[in-house]
Every structure is written in structure tokens, then in C-alpha cells.
């Protein structure tokens, strides 16, 4: 069902190819691994907030 749709836009965006191709691929890569890192981190930090405060408790 998405082999068609990928088709048809291929054929109505000609363009995209050539976007595709003149992208920087080592780029793209390091731009994602880089977010991922920081996404995961953020994730973390915030996981280990939320543990610690329900762990001491409110503060007085």
C-alpha cells in the first residue's frame, strides 16, 4: 500500500531525487545522532529528577 504512494510521489515531485542526492549524508548523520544524544540525555536527567524528588520528599 506505500510502495504506490512512494511511487506516485516520485513521480509528482521530481525534485526530491535530486535534494536526496546533493544532501550531505555524513551531515544528516551526525545531526541526528547528535539530537538523539541530547533528547537522551535530557530524558535522563529528568527521569532522575523526578526519582529523586519523590525520594526526599517536599521541602520544608
Known sequence: MGLPRLAGAGYLYPTAENAIRSSDSVGTLFQGSL???????????TRNQLVLSQGLGAVK
Do not use: F
Not at 35 to 45: D, E, P
Open 35 to 45: 539530537t538523539a544524544t541530547i533528547t537522551g540525555g535530557t530524558l535522563v536527567l
